[in-house]
């Protein structure tokens, strides 16, 4: 009876206690970055006016979809010249040493590493590197800044 009533006791006790197992932070991190990432088109937008005094206007918009595809369309436009206008597809994926930095392999343009500075629903700026900055220490790269296509 007593081995019973230990029984009994034990399996009530693992049952009500709470288990060792604890939260993992970067899993709920990864997910708001891969949910912030694919929930919208962003874009990047120039203009101004050469030295000549021609107007320029240009735009990038870039999908992430969660499959790991993407596209990237740039649109260009002056003063008396026709507007230009191309897409790309492309393949991404959070590196395997870094979720903070994203690699894309661009079709005739190549690869491309975004280390993420901030991702929000509205905002994304990374450093953008053609070098790999988990083997390449202190790559050489340029600042970009992405807002959420408003509806």
């Known amino acids: 009876m007593k081995r019973y009533a230990l029984l009994s006791l034990l399996i009530i006790l ?6 060792s197992c604890t939260d ?20 990047t937008e120039n203009e101004g006016r050469y ?14 979809y969660g499959d790991g595809t993407g596209s990237w369309q740039y649109y260009y ?8 206008e191309t897409r790309t597809y492309f393949d991404w994926d959070f590196t395997p040493e ?3 930095v994203i690699h894309l392999y661009i079709p005739g343009s190549g690869h491309e590493y975004w280390m993420i500075d901030q991702l929000t629903p509205y905002r994304f700026s990374s450093y953008v590197s ?22």
């Open 130 to 151: 053609e070098f790999d900055p988990n083997y390449v220490p202190d790559p050489d790269y340029y600042y970009q800044e992405l807002w959420a296509l408003s509806d």
């Open 14 to 19: 693992t049952a009500i206690l709470p288990t």
């Open 77 to 84: 436009e002056e003063n008396g010249q026709p507007v230009q």
């Open 98 to 100: 870094d979720y903070m």
């Open 51 to 64: 030295s000549n005094g021609i107007y320029f206007y240009s735009c990038d918009y870039w999908d992430f």
């Open 24 to 43: 993992d932070d970067m899993y709920d991190l990864q997910g708001d970055i891969f949910l912030n990432l694919t929930s919208t088109t962003w874009i």
